[in-house]
């Protein structure tokens, strides 16, 4: 994950948490360069027609 402040290609996750229904991942990250926090979103984007789903 890239760092929204700095451009930093590396990040840390410091806490991860799912919302009440688990469809939904937040995660708080650390930029070790610049050391700004943030918080991503994350939600599964399924491809529609892949065999497996």
């Known amino acids: ?14 806490e991860t948490r799912l919302n009440q229904d688990g469809t939904i991942v ?6 070790p360069a610049c050391g700004k926090r943030f918080t991503t ?6 491809k529609p027609g892949v065999a497996g789903l």
């Open 1 to 14: 994950m890239r760092c929204p402040f700095c451009h930093n290609d590396t990040t840390i996750v410091l």
């Open 26 to 31: 937040r995660r708080r990250r650390a930029c």
């Open 41 to 46: 979103y994350e939600k599964t984007a399924l």
